[in-house]
């Protein structure tokens, strides 16, 4: 008996339901080792310290974004928007791989193991397997980056109201159940539309995107910036800069390869020019497990700073931290490293600065300066929303100074 091999393989998503996937490159490119690498990259690094339930990962989200960007297409083709299958096809790839080059626990250790941001990573990753499939993500890579003359397709990727954000803001609010963060992405995906080749909200939509921003802004400060998901970032960007200088020193740290060879060398974009297949084949072997096997080891290490930090994170004995609308004063900071110096005997100058921190983080909700989301009117032309007077959106960034200490 015959079988017909079917149109397309279902995924069952805690958010959307079912979501389908084609066959043929979509689910190929799913089904690669790159892809599959994303199970097992935490999507909010360590804010599952914080809220236990945020232990989802890239890959949940990737496959969101995907669906959303599908369900966008076929939005905007219903209202006589020209989009090929070909188009369709690449955009969609394009969304797919857009978090390929996020490093363990994402965002917590951005420019630390590598000083290579992540999109330039996804980039190249993306041609890699462009060269794989025989030149099927051209077309994806070119909309990657942002290189095609259809600029809509690129805002559906990367813009204030793209499809990256609307899936993350809709996740991260589930898996961390804070409520503030949900959006209303249905509302806002059936108001789309394109006007002069820029993504568009119909008039009906205003203040679900008014909405959308809001949440967007409440989801940084309750979680992205919570003031101890900060502090566990830090004690792990710490471990790894403490292991960096170990490494440096001759000592023999027991990890795996991957993260061997990023703790033994101090990478950066210059070195993509000789090092480039170097980079990209250690790179995507390395994920959160890694880390994690690495740090329950170093809690064990005879070095006082690597273990202390490394067993106080895997225990959630966090520094404590805390965040303010202004620098801590000159001798507040004084106090607080007398206070750490006393505790800590024979603490050297130097290792003093791996046990109190001190940093800032900034967030700004809505960036006139960037791509504006735009609202078409009634009569068919269309404005930025930052000009509807009548809508409050937060334009200003808003910067918060904090400082760790055990």
Not at 186 to 199: G, P
Not at 266 to 279: A, C, M, V
Not at 390 to 406: D, W
Request: glycine share 6%; net charge neutral; charged share 25%.
């Amino acid at each position: 008996m015959n079988f017909s091999v079917p149109p397309y393989k279902i995924v069952n998503d805690p958010i959307y339901g079912l979501i389908d996937i084609p066959s043929g490159i979509i689910f190929d490119l799913i089904e690669h080792p790159y892809f599959q690498r994303l199970r097992r990259i935490h999507q909010l690094g360590l804010t599952h310290f914080v809220y236990p339930g945020a232990t989802h990962s890239r890959f949940n989200h990737s496959i969101g974004a995907m669906h959303l960007t599908r369900q966008a297409i076929e939005i905007l083709r219903s209202k006589g928007v020209q989009i090929s299958d070909e188009e369709a096809e690449a955009v969609t790839i394009a969304i797919l791989l857009h978090d390929l080059g996020h490093g363990p626990f994402s965002h917590s250790l951005e420019h630390k193991l590598v000083d290579i941001n992540h999109e330039s990573i996804s980039i190249l990753l993306m041609e890699q397997l462009n060269d794989k499939f025989d030149g099927k993500l051209n077309l994806a890579i070119q909309i990657f980056k942002n290189q095609y003359p259809k600029k809509f397709l690129f805002q559906m990727i990367s813009g204030q109201l793209d499809m990256d954000r609307m899936d993350y803001l809709t996740r991260d609010s589930f898996f961390t159940g804070v409520q503030e963060g949900k959006v209303g992405y249905d509302r806002i995906l059936k108001t789309l539309n394109v006007h002069d080749d820029k993504l568009v909200i119909e008039f009906k939509g205003i203040y679900s995107v008014e909405q959308f921003l809001a949440a967007r802004r409440l989801m940084y400060w309750q979680v992205y910036l919570h003031k101890n998901v900060i502090g566990a970032g830090e004690m792990l960007g710490q471990i790894i800069r403490r292991a960096k200088f170990l490494i440096a020193e001759g000592h023999q740290l027991k990890v795996s390869n991957c993260l061997h060879f990023f703790l033994s060398n101090n990478l950066g974009t210059s070195d993509l020019n000789e090092r480039k297949d170097e980079i990209l084949n250690h790179f995507y072997k390395l994920d959160d497990a890694d880390l994690m096997v690495a740090i329950k080891y170093f809690s064990e290490y005879p070095d006082f700073i690597l273990s202390f930090l490394s067993k106080k994170l895997v225990e959630r004995k966090l520094l404590k931290t805390t965040l303010r609308n202004k620098p801590l004063e000159e001798v507040q900071k004084k106090s607080i490293k007398q206070t750490v110096r006393q505790h800590f005997k024979d603490l050297s100058e130097d290792e003093l600065t791996y046990l109190v921190i001190e940093g800032k983080e900034a967030n700004q909700a809505y960036n006139i300066w960037k791509e504006e989301i735009h609202i078409k009117l009634v009569d068919g032309s269309s404005k930025p929303i930052s000009k509807w007077k009548e809508h409050s959106i937060q334009r200003k960034e808003i910067v918060k100074y904090f400082i760790c200490y055990p």
